[in-house]
């Protein structure tokens, strides 16, 4: 079963505008979130996190948010650059010694 | 040493060969994952290590694959018998213990793809 889901397999938007990359989760006892980005050949790369007791998280042009209630969260990329093209995974884990759990990912697409 | 780095980068063997690949964590972590990723999907948990002990592994992780960590420091993946289905990227990750990085963040290494034949 996914416990974390990333519904769009793909995002296409233009540079300048706003991407917003949504990821939901099943397992209540995740308590820790974060964004990763991908490119080709290329191991996963830490973006931006956040802990379950905040709903917001911002860093430079990176805000996360959280709905708890929802099991909902989501990445706002803004201003969108070509450069911002490439797999982002939303992962989540539990307390303590639990392993990160991954989405399947969704491809940006940046168009100039 | 600024990463995790992963030998090979790329593996081709045929059906029913034993293959090993090597993980050099960042020195400062104490922890050291293994993920496995395959077209399409998210990277997927196979196993991690804490120093040298082996604290968890995924029931992927079949008989036929064996990891080690024998001083605290690099880890071997070894597949046993290889199958088309383990065809894969192999991701090796390392961290500082939970608490000690309040973002919980792992960092990953470029992965060892495996093509079996």
């Known amino acids: 079963d996914q416990q974390v889901k990333q519904n769009s397999p793909s995002l296409s938007v233009q540079e300048g505008r706003i991407s917003i990359l949504n990821c939901d989760y099943t397992?209540?006892?995740?308590?820790?979130f974060l964004w990763y980005k991908k490119y080709p050949a290329e191991g996963p790369t830490f973006l931006i996190s956040i802990s379950s007791i905040k709903d917001k998280n911002e860093d430079g042009r990176f805000t996360v948010f959280l709905n708890k209630s929802a099991k909902h969260l989501s990445l706002h990329i803004v201003p969108s650059q070509p450069g911002d093209s490439a797999v982002y995974f939303c992962?989540?884990?539990?307390?303590?010694?639990?392993?990160?759990?991954f989405g399947k990912g969704t491809r940006l697409s940046v168009i100039a | 040493d600024t990463g995790v780095s992963q030998d090979p980068r790329h593996k081709i063997t045929k059906r029913g060969q034993n293959v090993t690949f090597r993980c050099d964590p960042i020195?400062?972590?104490?922890?050291l994952y293994w993920y496995r990723q395959t077209l399409g999907q998210g990277p997927e948990f196979l196993t991690y290590?804490?120093?040298?002990?082996?604290?968890?592994k995924s029931r992927l992780l079949s008989d036929r694959f064996s990891a080690e960590r024998p001083k605290g420091s690099f880890s071997t993946l070894e597949i046993q018998r290889t199958e088309q289905g383990d065809s894969a990227m192999y991701l090796c990750a390392s961290s500082l213990r939970w608490g000690r990085s309040n973002t919980g963040e792992l960092f990953f290494g470029e992965g060892s793809r495996l093509t079996v034949l």
């Open positions: 397992n209540s006892m995740f308590d820790y």
């Open positions: 020195s400062e972590h104490n922890r």
């Open positions: 290590f804490q120093n040298e002990a082996q604290l968890e």
């Open positions: 992962a989540a884990r539990g307390s303590g010694n639990t392993p990160l759990v």
